[in-house]
């Protein structure tokens, strides 16, 4: 069983920056995409950014697009979330997702941009 402990959120006043981190029990390599969602209050989860693990390639989501960056550290079995010009809309549970037969799920972390 593969346990993922999410951190870095916060309060961020809009412009600012955040780097979530999702920190996995095992070894990453052995998973196939990892990747970011994030749910806002009263609305469904969606996806943010992907990034496979063989070749590296990355998306995101157009609301996301030239803000966030998704990156991986094998050696720390960690997967990172670097959110730049964070902005009020962004204010959701931010959620890593790890896949391979199957989807690990983090618990979540907050993150709050205030205007």
């Known amino acids: 069983q593969v346990q993922l402990v999410e951190s870095g959120g916060g309060l961020v006043q809009a412009g600012g920056s955040l780097r979530l981190s999702c920190a996995a029990s095992?070894?990453?390599?052995?998973?196939?995409?990892m990747g970011w969602y994030r749910q806002a209050p009263g609305k469904q989860r969606e996806w943010v950014a992907t990034?496979?693990?063989?070749?590296?390639?990355?998306n995101y989501a157009d609301s996301v697009k030239g803000r966030f960056t998704i990156s991986k550290d094998f050696a720390k079995n960690t997967v990172y979330l670097q959110m730049n010009n964070l902005k009020p809309e962004d204010t959701a549970v931010y959620y890593c997702?790890?896949?391979?037969?199957?989807?690990?799920w983090g618990q979540g972390t907050q993150v709050t941009v205030s205007s």
């Open positions: 997702k790890l896949t391979s037969d199957v989807d690990y």
């Open positions: 095992g070894n990453i390599f052995r998973f196939n995409t």
């Open positions: 990034v496979f693990t063989v070749g590296g390639h990355t």
